[in-house]
């Protein structure tokens, strides 16, 4: 089995010569504007290792003008000193956008060639510049308080690159902790959208190229429907109130279109499609050269223990195995298995004996259909795998689970293999999952070992 891991805002309406213009006033924040930059950074830093950014010297340039007009025009009294506002393209094709507290931001190559005016690329800089000077990010972490500062910006890149334990985290606890600085509220997206409509105005774009990019970001197909409207849910009514507002203010003669948003979208068009961020992060934190390479597995193993021990997952599961198999953690999953069962390469984990525990992401599908998806996702390490006609309908800690038998040709030994996959779904929706594995031949002995481990899970949401 080759496995690969892939404060309420206070509103106030403020009448001056006729024009009503909202104004938008930070929420309650428990952390301190250095500890906003402390953070960002952090992360930022993170994102520079996993994500392609893009060195281009055409691209870089622009995007950083139009983030330096919407930045020269931030209210008085959101400027933050110590705030360092920085703007990359990621080379990836989906439409998406991201800014991080203190003043790091990214923006998908997808985005800038989605967009039909420059003022549409402005629109969602100045939505995500406003989070970060209303400081949501943290806002949004402050509501979190039992979590440990260092915790929250651990995770934030997982759920930036859609895997990993911090996504995992962030989708299983009410406060959104991984996601703290990139999954905002209902509220604070429309004080985004409102203060962005005023970052816009007074830099010069008509604020409805907002509204008009949303709209491009909505017909963004994909499963799951585009990142960054999951990361930025509209409120309802996000158009009928970013229009209001900008009746409010008035532009003359906006920016729309220019010659240097057409030079961009141009030089991007030279270019080599724009992989997935899945693609373009498949072998993040792998070490270099050893894409692609089989994990060495070494080959005599002992019997299970009959002694077990317990072991715990964070906030998310606890589980008994037994006393001689190792852990081995990668950055989605946890693999118990004897010595000689195992090798792992990178990221990695190959495995001929022994069980991985991990949670997938999964918002809204039932749990076959979840489960299908997980053996499609397994099938693509493991070309030879295939299911069998053995579905069960179990139980995994008093609650509805499926077990799934299905055959592999193990990479490690050559010899064909049984997975048994238990799947049952998380509150939240999410899906808990352990693959089972061991050789055709040891199967039925190894069988009673599998069931003792499920009938240990535990789940502490
Ligand atoms: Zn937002």
């Known amino acids: 089995m080759n496995r690969s891991a892939a404060a309420s805002a206070i509103c106030l309406l403020w009448i001056a010569g006729g024009m009503a213009q909202t104004r938008i006033a930070p929420p309650p924040n428990n952390y301190s504007a250095a500890q906003d930059v402390e953070l960002g950074q952090q992360a930022a830093a993170e994102a520079r290792r996993t994500l392609p950014v893009m060195p281009d010297e055409e691209i870089a340039a622009y995007i950083q003008s139009v983030g330096r007009r919407l930045v020269d025009v931030i209210p008085p009294d959101l400027r933050h000193p110590e705030f360092r506002y920085t703007f990359e393209v990621v080379n990836v094709r989906e439409i998406n956008a991201f800014a991080l507290p203190g003043g790091p931001m990214f923006v998908n190559r997808g985005m800038i060639e989605a967009a039909h005016t420059e003022g549409e690329v402005a629109g969602v800089m100045a939505h995500e510049l406003s989070h970060v000077i209303l400081r949501h990010g943290t806002a949004q972490a402050s509501k979190a308080t039992k979590y440990e500062i260092g915790q929250i910006a651990g995770a934030v890149l997982g759920s930036i690159i859609g895997g990993g334990w911090g996504q995992v985290i962030s989708q299983g606890t009410q406060f959104g902790l991984g996601a703290a600085f990139l999954r905002f509220s209902r509220e604070f997206e429309r004080d985004a959208d409102l203060e962005g409509s005023h970052l816009m105005a007074s830099a010069g774009y008509d604020p409805r190229d907002m509204a008009n990019m949303f709209k491009t970001i909505e017909k963004q197909g994909g499963p799951g429907g585009p990142q960054w409207l999951s990361d930025h849910p509209n409120p309802g009514d996000r158009y009928t109130y970013i229009n209001a507002e900008s009746q409010q203010l008035r532009v003359a003669d906006p920016i729309r279109d220019t010659r240097a948003f057409q030079q961009a979208q141009a030089y991007l068009k030279r270019l080599p499609r724009a992989p997935t961020t899945e693609e373009a992060t498949k072998n993040a934190g792998r070490p270099a050269g050893t894409s692609g390479r089989r994990a060495p597995v070494p080959g005599r193993v002992e019997a299970p223990s009959s002694s077990y021990r317990s072991y715990t997952e964070g906030n998310l599961f606890r589980v008994s195995v037994p006393e001689n198999w190792q852990e081995i953690q990668s950055n989605s999953s946890v693999t118990f298995a004897p010595d000689g069962a195992y090798g792992t390469s990178g990221n990695q984990t190959t495995f001929t004996h022994g069980i991985e525990f991990g ?26 795998l ?57 199967f039925s002995s190894y069988r009673g070992v599998f069931d003792r481990i499920l009938s240990s899970v535990q789940l502490l949401e």
């Open 359 to 384: 949670i997938g992401r999964n918002e809204s599908h039932d749990l076959q259909s979840a489960t299908d998806e997980l053996i499609q996702s397994l099938a693509q390490g493991n070309p030879d």
């Open 386 to 442: 295939t299911r069998t006609s053995s579905v069960d309908r179990i139980s995994i800690a008093n609650r509805r689970a499926l077990r799934t038998l299905l055959r592999n040709r193990s990479d490690a030994s050559d010899r064909g293999e049984i997975i048994e996959l238990a799947t049952m779904q998380m509150r939240n929706g999410n899906l808990f999952y352990a693959i089972a594995v061991a050789p055709d031949s040891q």
